[in-house]
C-alpha cells in the first residue's frame, strides 16, 4: 500500500527516492495465493512490455524481482528505466532489509527469471499489483493472530501473580 501511494502521489520519482521501509511480509514459498499472483505476472507480462513501450510522461513502472545474497533472498521493487529482452533495467524503490550490496536508488539490471510481480500507473488508474493483494492479506492475518495470542495472554490466568502479600515482610 505505502509502495502504490507513492506511486501514486504527483511525484513518484521522488516519492520513492525517500528513504522508507517497505514492510517484510513472510510466505512459504509454496503458498498457492503467491504462486497464482506470480504465475499471473509473468503470464501477462507482454501486457507491461507493451505498455511500458507505448509510456506517456505520466505513467509509473514498476517491478518487483528477486535479489538474493548469501542465504538472503527478497522481492524488492524497482522503477524500470528499460526493457532490453529478457533484461529489466530500473533503480531500486525501497531499501533493502538484509541484501546489504546494493541499497535504494541504485541502479539494477534483473532478468525475467527474477520477476515476481508487476505495476503500471496511468492517471487514477493501476495495472497489476498481483502479490500486493496477497501479501496484505497475508499480512493481516499475522496481525489477527497475534492480538489473539496477546489477547488470550491476558486472559489466562494462570499468568497472573499469586497473591502472596501475606507471605512478605512489605
Known amino acids: ?99 546489504e550490496r546494493i541499497k535504494i536508488g541504485d541502479r539494477v539490471r534483473v532478468t525475467l527469471e527474477d520477476l515476481n510481480d508487476w505495476l503500471y500507473l496511468s492517471g487514477d488508474d493501476h495495472v497489476g499489483g498481483f502479490s500486493i493483494e496477497v501479501l496484505a492479506r497475508k499480512q493481516q492475518e499475522f496481525v489477527e493472530r497475534a492480538e489473539a495470542a496477546r489477547a488470550e495472554e491476558s486472559d489466562d490466568p494462570s499468568d497472573e501473580d499469586d497473591d502472596d502479600s501475606q507471605d512478605s515482610p512489605f
Open 1 to 99: 500500500p505505502e509502495t502504490e501511494e507513492k506511486l501514486r502521489s504527483g511525484t513518484p520519482h521522488e516519492s520513492l527516492a525517500e528513504m522508507y521501509y517497505a514492510p517484510m511480509v513472510s510466505v512459504d514459498p509454496d503458498d498457492k495465493d503467491l504462486k497464482e499472483a506470480v504465475e499471473t505476472a509473468r503470464t501477462r507480462w507482454p501486457e507491461f512490455v507493451t505498455a511500458f513501450e507505448a509510456r506517456t510522461d505520466d505513467q509509473h513502472f514498476s517491478i518487483k524481482a528477486r535479489f538474493e545474497e548469501d542465504d538472503n533472498v527478497e522481492f524488492i521493487w524497482l522503477t524500470v528505466t528499460a526493457i532490453e529482452g529478457d533484461a529489466i533495467y530500473g533503480e531500486l524503490g525501497n531499501e533493502p532489509h538484509a541484501i
